[in-house]
């Protein structure tokens, strides 16, 4: 077994056209859902889907024009007001506010220099570059769009792509805490992912002391194969583990406790 990075080097155009079409997918929901739709619960512990909507458009309001900095975060002191500006609209206004908010995005993106991917930048996840605070926010828009689509039997998005593999990227680099304090997989064993649907990686970890990924790895003492889209989804604690296996979406070979426990505890993030 090999490692695969299939998104090496990702451009500021891969990451506005990602946005450009998953902001597209948000405001197509906020149009056409019913007010019934919008009521339910999604995925997202205690957002309804209008909840996440809202969420959405409102981190990118709040970015639109931000220049990368380490030095300030974005005006997050502007999120309750937005919020109660689009709490107080109807079906209708809430949609056009939120195409107007997506469009203004991302034509701020499309107006940015490409060098803007590598200056110093406030993150969710701590001091970086631009270009990573991009990398999960296409991340944030792609797992959101399955917190709708998933209870409400909609298409999501497709699970293939820049912002699929973008999404299998985000998990892929917490793999070695994955496996290590989630799984909690012994020194001396290694585990080997196999993803496949619209993603298809291969990923490898080793517990030597710690664990950490490891380009290759001949013969794994776990090795599980999983659907892509739920590998994600189940790492972001979305999504039920046995549902996930009785649908054959998620399978061991191998260490039958181990690979039945790394089915059930990928979960690291909410």
Not at 88 to 113: C, K, N, T
Request: glycine content about 8%; charged content about 20%; overall charge negative.
């Amino acid at each position: 077994m090999t490692t695969v990075d299939s998104n090496p080097d990702p451009s500021l155009d891969d990451y506005t056209a990602a946005h450009e079409q998953l902001l597209a997918h948000f405001v197509a929901l906020a149009r056409d859902l019913t007010d019934e739709q919008m009521a339910m619960r999604s995925l997202c512990p205690d957002w309804r889907v209008r909840d996440v909507i809202s969420h959405i458009a409102i981190v990118e309001a709040v970015l639109d024009g931000w220049q990368a900095t380490t030095d300030a975060p974005p005006p997050f002191n502007r999120v309750a007001a937005l919020h109660a500006e689009l709490d107080a609209l109807d079906r209708g206004a809430f949609a056009e506010r939120v195409a107007e908010i997506a469009d203004s995005r991302v034509d701020d993106l499309h107006g940015r220099d490409p060098s803007v991917l590598t200056m110093p930048s406030f993150t969710p996840t701590g001091p970086a570059t631009y270009g990573r605070f991009l990398q999960i926010r296409v991340f944030d828009h792609w797992v959101h769009a399955r917190d709708i689509a998933i209870p409400l039997g909609l298409e999501a998005p497709a699970p293939s792509g820049f912002a699929a593999e973008n999404a299998v990227d985000e998990v892929a680099a917490a793999l070695g805490y994955i496996v290590g304090k989630k799984i909690g997989l012994p020194d001396g064993m290694s585990i080997g992912f196999h993803l496949s649907g619209g993603v298809t990686r291969d990923l490898a970890v080793v517990v030597d002391g710690r664990a950490q990924v490891v380009a290759s790895l001949a013969a794994p003492d776990v090795a599980i194969t999983a659907d892509a889209a739920s590998f994600v989804m189940l790492a972001c604690g979305r999504v039920d583990p046995q549902g996930e296996i009785d649908a054959g979406r998620i399978s061991w070979n191998g260490d039958a406790r181990w690979g039945e426990a790394a089915a059930r505890n990928l979960r690291y993030t909410m």
